[in-house]
């Protein structure tokens, strides 16, 4: 097993602003990303990854009229062990009601979102990878549009999620892009571990970005930790600064 690179304050966000590289990735639209007569295909290992990874882009397609699946690998109760504060049965209560209201903020409409929860257990979604790549498959069809973690993120199911993702994609014909969440923390500008020049852009306007931050902030449970235990929040304030800039990157 690889070290876990989710360690300390990661990559300060001025290192990402300062970074020429970064400004020089080419940009592409929501419209190319998923053209009209096609539906976008959210694939989120944990309740909040949706929003964290590409909560500007859900705003762009609720706002196209694109249709919408979600699917919800885990309901990330393990996010805070040995807390009693908060425990595994009421994190998977409460995560899940996290992200239905955070989709609410960012304006997806929920009457019209197809959400399917799939009950894999938080941080072991490697042991069933196969089992979840069948899973989605099920549920994908050759048009489909699919977003999903990128497959070397650096969180066990962030990779897990991503690698089943691509076999179901790929074996239905449907077309898939990744995105970055962890990656933010422990890579550079220049990180030649992350494959740059298959980046794009997806450019965000500061409401887009605003309306963002209000949906990541209700995501209550990850933005606390358990003092009494030593434990951090999962969403410190640098994590949530990083993930707030003007633009979203999905590789191609």
């Avoid at 001025?14 to 400004?23: D, G, L, N, R, T």
């Avoid at 790929?170 to 969440?181: C, D, I, K």
């Amino acid at each position: 097993m690889k070290p876990n690179p989710i360690v300390g304050q990661g990559t300060p966000l001025h290192q990402w602003q300062a970074s020429s590289h970064m400004a020089e990735l080419p940009h592409i639209s929501i419209e190319e990303l998923v053209p009209a007569g096609h539906r976008a295909v959210i694939i989120a290992p944990h309740p909040d990854d949706e929003v964290l990874g590409c909560g500007g882009l859900l705003q762009g397609l609720a706002s196209l009229g694109r249709p919408l699946q979600l699917i919800s690998v885990t309901d990330g109760s393990a996010s805070h062990p040995g807390s009693t504060r908060w425990p595994v049965a009421r994190l998977g209560v409460i995560r899940p009601q996290e992200s239905a209201q955070a989709l609410h903020r960012l304006g997806v409409p929920l009457h019209s979102l197809i959400w399917l929860r799939a009950g894999f257990t938080d941080s072991k979604v490697a042991e069933r990878e196969e089992e979840l790549s069948a899973f989605i498959q099920r549920y994908l069809k050759p048009t489909d549009v699919v977003f999903t973690t990128w497959r070397e993120d650096g969180h066990c199911d962030h990779e897990a999620v991503g690698r089943a993702s691509a076999k179901a994609a790929l074996a239905v014909g449907a077309t898939l892009y990744e995105l970055p969440v962890w990656t933010w923390h422990w890579a550079t500008p220049e990180d030649s571990q992350v494959p740059w020049h298959r980046a794009r852009k997806i450019l965000l306007t500061p409401q887009a970005v605003a309306r963002k931050r209000h949906a990541i902030h209700a995501f209550a449970s990850q933005l606390e930790g358990d003092p009494q235990i030593g434990l951090a929040p999962v969403l410190a304030p640098f994590v949530v600064e990083r993930l707030l800039q003007p633009f979203e990157v999905v590789f191609i």
